[in-house]
């Protein structure tokens, strides 16, 4: 088992530009979680999904934020515009059923400058 | 929303010394799951306790469930440097959403 996979692990961008980061679940977990760890905010959970349908996405902070799961291996989280308040470590975390703990990636440390 | 606090949010310890944090929430849990977070790197799951009054050990580590399902704590007893991180209690009450605390940031000094 690899475990969830996150990609890329660091991203450092100017403001203004899209970033893209993506998440390979561990097989077999119906359920995908993004969160945004932060120093002031600390572990947020911005969307999840249930097979690959966005089930709560009411944590994503605003229109500049989307998520996708176009199938069970993968899934993508878009900022678009950047901004330099949203630098933090993004995790994505899997689990296979609802109740179950979480299993996290090795996160995505983003630096928008 | 369902909110979780955790306190303290820093310990010091001396290497030895015993080491508690604590979870406390203003409504019934459903159940409660602890995780790790070493330094750079990501949460890892502890365990969960789902019973009202429910006590686990892990090694050194001990796991308390509030008998009115407001509260938890974990204990660790005589730190060692590898207890060094972040300790997060989460709720999973609010359907399959897992928030988690603040979380305990614990330091052992050698």
């Known amino acids: 088992d690899a475990g969830v996979i996150q990609s890329p692990r660091h991203e450092v961008t100017e403001m203004g530009q899209e970033v893209t980061l993506r998440c390979k679940p561990i097989s077999g977990h119906d359920y995908l979680f993004w969160y945004r760890q932060t120093m002031m905010r600390g572990l947020e959970l911005l969307i999840y999904f249930n097979n690959n349908v966005p089930i709560d996405d009411s944590g994503m902070p605003e229109d500049r934020f989307s998520a996708k799961m176009p199938n069970a291996s993968f899934s993508t989280l878009k900022i678009q515009p950047s901004e330099p308040r949203d630098s933090a470590v993004y995790f994505c975390?899997?689990?296979?059923?609802?109740?179950?703990?979480?299993?996290f990636g090795n996160g995505t440390r983003l630096t928008v400058t | 929303g369902q909110q979780v606090m955790q306190i303290p949010q820093y310990q010091h310890v001396q290497e030895g010394e015993d080491f508690t944090t604590y979870c406390n929430s203003s409504?019934?849990?459903?159940?409660i799951q602890w995780y790790k977070q070493r330094p750079g790197g990501h949460p890892v799951f502890l365990i969960q306790l789902v019973k009202s009054g429910e006590v686990k050990k892990q090694k050194r580590l001990t796991f308390q469930f509030g008998e009115a399902k407001k509260n938890s704590s974990l204990h660790i007893t005589a730190t060692q440097t590898t207890d060094v991180g972040t300790y997060f209690c989460a709720d999973h009450t609010g359907g399959f959403k897992t928030i988690f605390g603040a979380g305990t940031r614990l330091f052992v000094k050698a």
């Open positions: 975390a899997s689990s296979p059923l609802g109740s179950s703990p979480l299993h």
């Open positions: 409504t019934t849990l459903s159940n």
